[in-house]
């Protein structure tokens, strides 16, 4: 489903009365569907114009270091049991769930077995195969319209790919190249999504390592198979690992320019 699809169908559901407690949405990424989790809440859940962000009944999780721990979704349940701020909903909305390991997802399933009246989940991931499957068979799974046909439009998408061989042919000498045109003329968000289209082609490099269908990236599997050639399993990963880290720094007020030069440089030794 496309944006628009979402919010058709959420509209239907709400006219039947019939919106279930748990959602996973599949093949994206939170920024992909933003827009419709913001019409889902605003015109159906709550009925309010206040945004997402601004709204103390809504609580996002996302992962520290690639893993959501434990005492995240604890958190989570403590905040869940407390009276509504201003609503009588409560939503929370998990960013790529592949990443609950097996002490939350467990901690997880059970708010989702025994869900609490108004309390609405929605989980996302662009990988459903790596998603725990008592996790999926407690929620609605929506199909989302894949990733590279999404936000993500054909020229950042190259634009990744650019970065992506040069760190793999040069290593650390990737910073002496000429990323102004690539990479430092990006804004904030921009970057955001560049790096959210590195670290999802190397999940697909594990995605072929595992034996699982390329999920992203059919028509790079050429240049797949030679980084899987170049890379241990553990390489990969800890490739995974710093920019999922560096994406999560981008929350903060940075000096792009430096922030870039120094993920270069991290994933470059690897």
């Known amino acids: 489903m496309n944006t628009e699809e979402i919010k058709k169908y959420f509209k239907e559901k ?13 093949n994206t990424i939170y920024e992909n569907i933003e827009s ?6 605003c015109s159906i859940i709550f009925k309010t114009d206040m945004k997402i962000l601004d709204n103390p009944d809504v609580y996002f999780i996302e992962p520290e270091k690639n893993t959501i721990k434990k005492e995240k979704i604890l958190e989570l349940e403590e905040k869940l049991s407390k009276t509504s701020q201003i609503f009588n909903s409560k939503v929370y909305i998990i960013k790529e769930c592949e990443k609950l ?3 939350s997802a467990n901690c997880l399933l ?13 989980l996302i991931t662009s ?27 054909e020229k950042i998408i190259n634009e990744s790919i650019s970065i992506i061989k040069l760190i793999e042919s040069t290593g650390t000498n990737s910073i002496a190249y000429n990323f102004n045109e690539l990479y430092k003329s990006f804004e904030k968000e ?11 082609f190397y ?35 800890d490739k995974i690992k710093i920019l999922n880290d560096n994406i ?7 000096n792009v320019n430096l922030f870039i030069d120094k993920f270069l440089i991290e994933i470059g030794r690897l």
Do not use: M, W
């Open 14 to 26: 709400n006219a039947l009365n019939s919106i279930g407690h748990a959602y996973l949405f599949s």
């Open 36 to 41: 419709a989790i913001e019409f889902i809440l």
């Open 101 to 103: 390991n097996a002490s």
């Open 110 to 122: 059970k708010t989702l077995e025994e869900p609490s009246e108004n309390i609405y989940a929605f």
């Open 127 to 153: 990988n459903i195969d790596l998603v725990i499957s008592t996790i999926k068979s407690r929620c609605q799974i929506i199909q989302c319209e894949p990733i590279n046909n999404k936000i993500e439009n």
């Open 190 to 200: 921009e970057l955001k999504r560049v790096l959210n289209i590195i670290e999802l």
């Open 203 to 237: 999940k697909d490099c594990l995605n072929k390592i595992y034996g699982i269908n390329l999920n992203i990236f059919n028509d790079y599997e050429e240049l797949i198979d030679n980084i899987i050639q170049r890379n241990s399993y553990k390489k990969i990963i």
């Open 248 to 254: 999560d720094l981008l929350k903060y007020n940075l």
